[in-house]
Nanobody, 115 residues
Framework: QVQLVESGGGLVHPGGSLRLSCVAS????????MGWYRQTPGKTRELVAR???????DYVDSVKDRVTISRDTGKNTLYLQMNTLNPEDTAVYYC?????????WGQGTQVTVSS
């Protein structure tokens, strides 16, 4: 099993920035995607950004040009740099790793954008 632990969420003013981190308990061999999802009450969890082993990335339209997903292999850590945040970005953000055999989720970290 793999445990994913997110951190970095919090309260930020509109226009501000946050960097979310997701640390894996061990190296994950053969992963297919690593990504960040978010969810607000009463809504379906949605993909925000994901990373492929080739290094290519995929972003939801609402965050393009404001968000960057990256990975530090040596630290088994996935990051999500978020800039120019707005109230619509308020959500619980979840880290996800998908392999051919399994799928792992973190417990989530709350991001609140408010003045």
């Amino acid at each position: 099993q793999v445990q994913l632990v997110e951190s970095g969420g919090g309260l930020v003013h509109p226009g501000g920035s946050l960097r979310l981190s997701c640390v894996a308990s061990r190296e994950i061999i053969g992963w297919l995607t690593m990504g960040w999802y978010r969810q607000t009450p009463g809504k379906t969890r949605e993909l925000v950004a994901r990373l492929f082993p080739s290094g290519s990335t995929d972003y939801v339209d609402s965050v393009k040009d404001r968000v960057t997903i990256s990975r530090d292999t040596g630290k088994n850590t996935l990051y999500l740099q978020m800039n120019t945040l707005n109230p619509e970005d308020t959500a619980v953000y979840y880290c996800n790793v998908y392999t051919a055999a399994d799928e792992f989720w973190g417990q989530g970290t709350q991001v609140t954008v408010s003045s």
